[in-house]
């Protein structure tokens, strides 16, 4: 148990503790699985013609698949708010692209979304965008509940030829393609670095996450916000998350009652006539 629990560790490179430490953060939990055989990543290579990229292969040599999730409790009730997962060898499907949407003879198809053809050609740091056909071959690493898919993709493939490039790429809902990073390795430190937040993916899109993500986000900024120290207080708390309370961030304010006005009195000093004068409106009122 104390193995699996320091291979968790070092998967997490820590997270979990320090999601625990965040105001509001809880059930920071980590899947325990475990590693892939040597024979399930052969016969997957096999199968797909591809070559596992030697860091995702270590990775499912280590644990066949990765799944952390965590909460945070508001009032009574615990909200799932993140999620970070790479999907088992079994799972690590290719996104076949069904021949026709329609039972039409020329219905449309994926392919039909490839316009741009090769004009994309870019510099290597951002390579052109796959395609929906038998030019690139596309798994999925993750489901991005929903909102999209992180994909291992092999570009310029040919029939029969064995694959062996590939990067990690994000599509969106509306099937645009996102250059994320060249390696696992570099996609699973941003997963990790983004604390598995709602939708982070589209922080590396042109129009970003849905406003109510960008909300969890500014109360649980990822590990990559740095803030610049005041100059007018160096010493002052450089935290990289918000120390925002979320149990009492929603609850409404209490309504602070306005004192009502005293009529204003004036009594005579002394030697003075024994009458006071009591202002009631523009007029004055002499009592004896």
């Not at 993750?142 to 493939?157: Q, W």
């Not at 599509?171 to 994320?180: E, F, G, N, P, T």
């Not at 590990?223 to 979320?246: G, I, M, W």
Request: hydrophobic share 30%; with cysteine.
């Amino acid at each position: 148990m104390e193995e699996k629990k320091g291979v968790a560790e070092r998967l997490t490179l820590g997270i979990t503790r320090l999601l625990e430490s965040m105001p509001g953060v809880a059930d920071a939990r980590c899947a325990e699985r475990e590693p892939a055989e040597k024979r399930s990543l052969l016969s997957w290579e096999q199968k797909n013609t591809c070559i596992l990229p030697e860091d995702l292969r270590d990775f499912y040599l280590t644990t066949d698949g990765f799944t952390l999730t965590w909460s945070v409790k508001l009032d009574d009730e615990c909200v799932p708010v993140g999620c970070m997962m790479i999907n088992s060898v079994a799972r690590l499907r290719q996104l076949h692209p069904p021949s026709t949407l329609f039972s039409l003879p020329n219905a449309p198809t994926l392919a039909d979304l490839n316009w741009d053809g090769d004009s994309t050609e870019k510099s290597e740091d951002c390579p052109a965008v796959p395609h929906f056909d038998s030019r690139s071959r596309i798994f999925e690493l993750d489901s991005c509940g929903g909102n999209g898919k992180v994909c291992l993709v092999y570009r310029n493939c040919s029939q029969g030829v064995v694959a062996q490039q590939s990067h990690i790429w994000f599509l969106d809902r509306s099937l645009y393609w996102h250059y994320l990073t060249p390696t696992f390795t570099s996609y699973y430190r941003l997963m990790l670095t983004h604390l598995g937040l709602p939708e982070w993916q589209y922080s590396f899109t042109p129009y970003g996450p849905s406003p109510q993500a960008k909300q969890w986000e500014s109360l649980y900024p990822p590990l990559t916000f740095q803030r610049e120290p005041s100059p007018v207080d160096p010493a002052a708390d450089t935290h990289f998350y918000n120390k925002l309370d979320p149990t009492r961030a929603f609850k409404g304010k209490s309504k602070v009652a306005t004192p009502k006005k005293k009529q204003s009195q004036t009594q005579s000093g002394p030697g003075g006539s024994g009458k006071s004068h009591v202002s009631v409106g523009k007029h004055a009122v002499i009592r004896r």
